[in-house]
Protein backbone atom coordinates (compact mmCIF):
# COMPACT_ATOMS: atom_id res chain seq x y z
CA UNK A 1 0.00 0.00 0.00
CA UNK A 2 1.07 3.85 -1.00
CA UNK A 3 1.49 6.11 2.33
CA UNK A 4 3.38 9.45 1.95
CA UNK A 5 6.28 10.70 4.66
CA UNK A 6 6.58 14.10 5.53
CA UNK A 7 9.48 14.96 7.28
CA UNK A 8 9.72 18.20 9.42
CA UNK A 9 12.52 20.44 10.81
CA UNK A 10 16.00 19.22 10.42
CA UNK A 11 14.97 15.82 9.97
CA UNK A 12 14.19 16.51 6.09
CA UNK A 13 18.46 15.84 6.18
CA UNK A 14 17.51 12.10 5.76
CA UNK A 15 15.29 13.08 2.37
CA UNK A 16 18.20 15.04 1.56
CA UNK A 17 16.54 18.77 1.72
CA UNK A 18 12.92 17.09 0.57
CA UNK A 19 9.90 17.34 2.93
CA UNK A 20 7.96 14.40 1.45
CA UNK A 21 7.89 11.04 -0.22
CA UNK A 22 5.64 8.53 -1.53
CA UNK A 23 6.62 4.94 -0.51
CA UNK A 24 5.15 1.54 -0.77
CA UNK A 25 4.66 -0.39 2.42
CA UNK A 26 2.84 -3.78 3.51
CA UNK A 27 -0.20 -4.18 4.80
CA UNK A 28 -0.62 -4.23 8.76
CA UNK A 29 2.89 -1.64 8.93
CA UNK A 30 3.40 0.65 11.61
CA UNK A 31 4.46 3.92 11.39
CA UNK A 32 8.08 2.64 13.16
CA UNK A 33 8.11 -0.05 9.90
CA UNK A 34 7.57 2.93 7.64
CA UNK A 35 10.43 5.12 8.92
CA UNK A 36 12.67 2.15 9.16
CA UNK A 37 11.97 1.30 5.45
CA UNK A 38 13.44 4.97 4.47
CA UNK A 39 16.19 4.59 6.85
CA UNK A 40 15.39 6.26 9.98
CA UNK A 41 15.81 4.51 13.35
CA UNK A 42 13.62 6.61 15.77
CA UNK A 43 15.65 5.00 18.85
CA UNK A 44 18.78 6.02 17.14
CA UNK A 45 17.51 9.59 16.30
CA UNK A 46 18.28 11.89 19.40
CA UNK A 47 16.21 14.62 17.88
CA UNK A 48 13.12 12.10 16.70
CA UNK A 49 10.09 13.64 18.58
CA UNK A 50 7.12 12.23 17.96
CA UNK A 51 5.02 10.94 14.76
CA UNK A 52 1.10 12.42 13.22
CA UNK A 53 -1.01 10.12 10.99
CA UNK A 54 -3.42 12.31 9.07
CA UNK A 55 -2.55 15.31 11.28
CA UNK A 56 -3.40 13.21 14.54
CA UNK A 57 -0.54 12.74 16.96
CA UNK A 58 -0.23 9.18 17.52
CA UNK A 59 2.36 6.50 18.96
CA UNK A 60 5.26 5.27 17.07
CA UNK A 61 3.28 1.33 16.66
CA UNK A 62 0.31 2.94 15.06
CA UNK A 63 -0.98 0.63 12.16
CA UNK A 64 -0.97 2.54 8.20
CA UNK A 65 -3.47 2.35 6.31
CA UNK A 66 -3.37 3.34 1.92
CA UNK A 67 -3.40 6.56 1.70
CA UNK A 68 -2.30 7.92 5.29
CA UNK A 69 0.22 10.73 5.41
CA UNK A 70 2.92 10.02 7.97
CA UNK A 71 4.82 13.06 9.66
CA UNK A 72 7.63 12.86 11.95
CA UNK A 73 8.47 15.99 14.00
CA UNK A 74 11.89 16.40 15.56
CA UNK A 75 12.02 17.03 19.36
CA UNK A 76 11.53 21.18 19.96
CA UNK A 77 13.83 23.10 22.10
CA UNK A 78 14.60 26.35 22.96
CA UNK A 79 15.87 28.50 25.43
Given at each position: ?20 K ?47 D???Y ?6
Amino acid sequence: MKITISLRGHLIKYFNGEKSKEIEVKEGATCDDALKAVGINYKETKSFGFVAINSHKVLIDAVLKEGDDLKAYPKISGG
